[in-house]
């Protein structure tokens, strides 16, 4: 068994090696491929491609694309229609991104031999991970992975996230025993639709399996911080549950309620273990006491999820936290080949055999995966198998140096992103909108002089804040910024409200009304700091620790939404 793992982990080593060495010959063959695969589509057809598989051809012919220029030919496809429009293979799904038009999820097109690729990425993860961490094959993985809501389109294709295509997929139910993706949280718990059974259920394994937990994950930052905020909250009701052996009637779905039956036993050890630790005060390392042997946290910590590194850091004593991969509903990307590096100096290596891959300049200048330059920002521009085809996923990346002729790329930010707290997505021209609706609650004598905003996460979970400075002759009536909160989430998108009224894992809004001045005050600092009074606007979004304790001793009322926003999984087609 140990030669096979060996010779499995120097195979998969040995594939990047070898996919990194020719990256653009690589590339070459796959946008060949993809081009010989989809050329009786009608978009490559009308574009008078007329077959051609070369680089020069498809470059001067197909145009870059955002969402909004296939979106009708998508929403074709939503319908019903099975022609050959953006791929010459079957559309087996739509999966959801976490990007939103016109406040709905983006629906990505996705083919079934979409899967064998993604495998394949997650078939390197932990042999790349063997090399610095040794022995995770003798113990197991505490991860928090939940399924979300899917629909269905009017011609009958699935829509949901691609994480739930997955964990629902046969390639993860009926998966080889691998003993390096041994997890505590058996299918059931992961697969049951209602999130805190889930949590519950995911967070019970994990306590019994305390000693043979070796790494603790989510897929994002967000979702650790809140599995411990659940902990916090729970750790009573844990423990009886774990004195007596008994299965709690939270259970009410039937498969997990059959599993944990099976799972559950008394173990009063355990219970008072969990009852010492958790009834202290002060819950610092509290990670690392619960599940001693745990060497690593697994979670994004790049791009918006940094903002989770101080929390995630004082309840984990500072355990290393990976960032092992790069991927999206779009397409999967690529790796980390130093996943125990700082957060700070994260940087994903692009699998060149994953899809075509360009990068678009500052300057407006497309360049190929192999041509970028370090240290030089680019947004990523993708052609999939599924029949994307030169399109802008909204990612900027910053190249950080190259692996043999593969270069490697830190995440900087998305396009136009403001606000984020989790999978969650703002950007200024929706919070601009949201702020128009909801200040017109106030009233005609009142109205909203400056606002700005920022994402407060030192809570579980996240939530926006939202500072108003009003003008008026009247105080705002009771109850009236509360009213303003919640019009304010529903008119947010999709995602954010999901995250809200069904998922958990966004807080109610708040909105902090500060004194009258406070924004000259705020416009005075930047001057101070160098700030030139003809360019300066007062920021949509803040992140500096000085800009908010300036607003926060401005405040004057805070205020928050008095329930979730409307959401439903069916969408709008």
């Not at 680019?378 to 190249?399: A, Q």
């Not at 406070?518 to 007062?538: C, P, R, W």
Request: include cysteine; charged fraction near 25%; glycine fraction near 6%.
């Amino acid at each position: 068994m140990a030669a096979d793992l060996t010779a499995k982990n120097a195979n998969a080593l040995q594939f990047i090696e070898e996919m990194t060495r020719n990256v653009d010959v690589v590339q070459q063959r796959v946008l060949a491929e993809i081009l010989s695969q989809n050329s009786e589509t009608e978009y490559l057809k009308g574009f008078g491609l007329g077959g051609a598989t070369d680089r020069e051809a498809y470059k001067s012919k197909i145009p870059m694309t955002k969402y909004e220029d296939i979106q009708p030919l998508i929403q074709r496809i939503a319908n019903g229609d099975r022609s050959p429009i953006l791929s010459a293979r079957p559309i087996s799904e739509f999966l959801t991104s976490s990007g939103t038009s016109a406040g709905e999820r983006k629906l990505m097109p996705s083919i079934k031999e979409e899967w064998s690729r993604r495998q394949l990425l997650y078939s390197l993860l932990m042999p790349v991970m063997d090399q610095y961490v040794k022995g995770l094959d003798k113990g197991k993985g505490l991860y928090f992975y939940f399924i979300k809501a899917e629909t269905k389109t009017p011609g009958g294709l699935l829509a949901r996230p691609v994480l739930t295509s997955y964990y629902k997929s046969d390639l993860f139910k009926t998966r080889p025993y691998d003993p390096f993706n041994v997890y505590t949280s058996p299918n059931e718990a992961i697969l049951c639709e209602d999130n805190s059974q889930s949590m519950y259920a995911q967070m019970l394994c994990g306590l019994y399996e305390r000693r043979q937990v070796l790494r603790i994950g989510a897929v994002f930052a967000s979702g650790l911080s809140r599995a411990i905020r659940f902990l916090q909250l729970n750790w009573k009701t844990l423990a009886r549950d774990i004195r007596t052996g008994s299965v709690s009637p939270k259970f009410t779905d039937p498969s997990l309620r059959d599993c944990m039956a099976r799972i559950m036993r008394p173990d009063p050890e355990l219970a008072d273990f969990i009852t010492r630790e958790c009834e202290k005060d002060v819950w610092e390392g509290i990670v690392t006491r619960i599940w001693p042997n745990a060497k690593y946290l697994d979670v994004i910590v790049t791009g918006a999820m940094a903002q989770y590194i101080p929390t995630l850091d004082y309840y984990s004593g500072g355990l290393p936290k990976s960032c092992s991969m790069y991927a999206s509903s779009e397409c999967y990307f690529g790796l980390n080949l130093k996943p125990m590096c700082d957060p700070s100096e994260v940087s994903y290596t692009i699998m060149p055999n994953m899809g075509y891959f360009e990068f678009l300049s500052g300057g407006g200048e497309l360049v190929e995966l192999a041509d970028v330059e370090v240290g030089e920002e680019y947004e990523l521009v993708v052609t999939t198998y599924s029949g994307l085809c030169r399109y802008r996923v909204g990612d900027i990346l910053r190249v950080t140096g190259f692996h043999n002729s593969a270069p490697g790329f830190r995440f900087v930010r998305r396009k136009n992103v403001l606000l984020s707290v989790d999978s969650d997505k703002t950007d200024e021209a929706e919070l601009q909108a949201a702020v128009e609706k909801a200040s017109g609650l106030l009233g005609k004598a009142t109205s909203v002089v400056e606002y700005t905003s920022y994402a407060e996460t030192k809570t579980a979970p996240g939530h926006y804040v939202i500072y108003w400075e009003l003008m008026g002759e009247l105080a705002p009536e009771e109850g009236a910024v509360e009213r303003c909160c919640l019009a304010m989430e529903e008119a947010l998108n999709a995602v954010y409200r999901q995250g809200r009224a069904a998922d958990g894992s966004i807080g109610a809004l708040e909105i902090r009304l500060v004194r009258s001045g406070t924004f000259e005050e705020l416009m005075d600092y930047a001057l101070s700091k160098g700030a030139s009074i003809n360019q300066y606007k007062v920021p949509r979004c803040v992140t500096s620790a000085p800009i908010i304790e300036l607003l926060d001793a401005r405040v004057v009322s805070s205020h928050f939404s008095p329930s979730a926003p409307r959401w439903s999984p069916e969408r709008r087609f």
